[in-house]
Each structure stands twice: as C-alpha cells, then as structure tokens.
T-cell receptor, first 113, second 112 residues
Framework: NAGVTQTPKFRVLKTGQSMTLLCAQDMNHEYMYWYRQDPGMGLRLIHYSVGEGTTAKGEVPDGYNVSRLKKQNFLLGLESAAPSQTSVYFC????????????FGSGTRLTVV | GENVEQHPSTLSVQEGDSAVIKCTYS??????FPWYKQELGKRPQLIID?????GEKKDQRIAVTLNKTAKHFSLHITETQPEDSAVYFCAAVGGGADGLTFGKGTHLIIQP
C-alpha cells in the first residue's frame, strides 16, 4: 500500500517552460489537494478536488492548472514557469474533508531559473 | 475562508523543559485541529489531533488543548528531547471543502 506518491521528486525548469506534477493515491480517497511550501509561509493551498472530474481554486491558484480525470490521480500543471514558483509542492488526499485521514506525499522540490 | 495564526515562529528550550506552541483560528465552524511535525526535507507527519467536541487530548509527552470559545488551541510537549527538534504546524479544517488551513509553523530548537 503506497499511500500518496508524487512524481517527480526534484525538477529544475527554465523560466517559461511547462511541466506537470503527478499525484497518485491508492486509498480510494475522494478529496485531493495541492499545496506549496515556502520558507516561513507554511503550506498554502493551490487547488483541490472533491471528487473525480472536479477541481476548485485554493488560496494561491494563479499560474497553476489542475485536472482530476481519474479518482486516483491529481495533476498540477505549470504552463509557463516563473522563478516565483520555485517551491516545494506537496500533494495530499483524504477520505472526507472534515476529519482525520489526511495523507501527504513526499513532496516535489521545484526550482525555476 | 479559514485563517490560522501560529506563535511563536521560533522556540528554543533546554532539553528536558516543556514547550508550548499556540494557534488561533477564525472560522467558528472549524471542527478538526491537527498538529504536524516536519523534519528537514520530509513530509509533514501527524503527531496529534483534536476534534471540536473535546477540550484536551494527550499522547505520552504530547498534549493538545482546545478552547472553542476563544478559538485557540495549543500544543504542549513535556520533557523535550533532541529528537523533538523540528518545525511544527497547526492546522484547522473549516466550514468549506478546502481541507486543511495551516499556520506558518514554529521552528522548535532543543538545546542540549
């Protein structure tokens, strides 16, 4: 049972390049989230999904797009990377949004130069 | 949406002493309050949580208290040890479906 798996673990992009981060969970969770973590800022919600085929904006959605075509996968896309998007990205999933059961992936460290 | 404030941002204590980290939240509909520990380069790990119908919860050296009226909750670590050094985050689940809202974190340093 792998839990939440994020790929890739590390990536360096040039400004203007695009990429997709993949989050996969094998726990049949309905809810999935993408956070970014910057020093001194905690984890901030980028986008989230309450089920297959649904997405919604979080606190810091600008410059990112997401898709949830399959229940187990939640993709985060950067269409034109900017240095301000240099961060550590964490994906999480949960069975419901009200209680325990949040499971985090191991993170993706992205550097945009 | 929910807003979570966390203090202090850095806390240095002598090994064996107690540490207290405090958080406040804004959404009166929030009903779940977890605490996470994050070591350098690792993912956040849940260490303890509390639901809104409980005032206090304890797990060995770690305890959490919740005051719903004042909208604040605290993490208490007793008999601190070197392995307690890490960044600790409080979080709250508010009235919407957007899951966890995190505080900005507390860097806990245990001095030998």
């Amino acid at each position: 049972n792998a839990g939440v798996t994020q790929t890739p673990k590390f990536r360096v992009l040039k400004t203007g390049q695009s990429m997709t981060l993949l989050c996969a969970q094998d726990m049949n969770h309905e809810y999935m989230y993408w956070y970014r973590q910057d020093p001194g800022m905690g984890l901030r919600l980028i986008h989230y999904s309450v089920g297959e085929g649904t997405t919604a904006k979080g606190e810091v959605p600008d410059g990112y797009n997401v898709s949830r075509l399959k229940k187990q996968n939640f993709l985060l896309g950067l269409e034109s990377a900017a240095p301000s998007q240099t961060s550590v990205y964490f994906c999480a999933s949960s069975p419901t949004w009200t209680e325990s059961g949040y499971t985090f992936g191991s993170g993706t460290r992205l550097t945009v130069v | 949406g929910e807003n979570v404030e966390q203090h202090p941002s850095t806390l240095s204590v002598q090994e064996g002493d107690s540490a207290v980290i405090k958080c406040t939240y804004s959404d009166s509909a929030s009903n779940y309050f977890p605490w996470y520990k994050q070591e350098l380069g690792k993912r956040p790990q849940l260490i303890i949580d509390i639901r809104s119908n409980v005032g206090e919860k304890k797990d060995q050296r770690i305890a959490v208290t919740l005051n719903k009226t004042a909208k604040h909750f605290s993490l208490h670590i007793t008999e601190t040890q070197p392995e307690d050094s890490a960044v600790y985050f409080c979080a709250a689940v508010g009235g919407g479906a957007d899951g966890l809202t995190f505080g900005k974190g507390t860097h806990l340093i245990i001095q030998p």
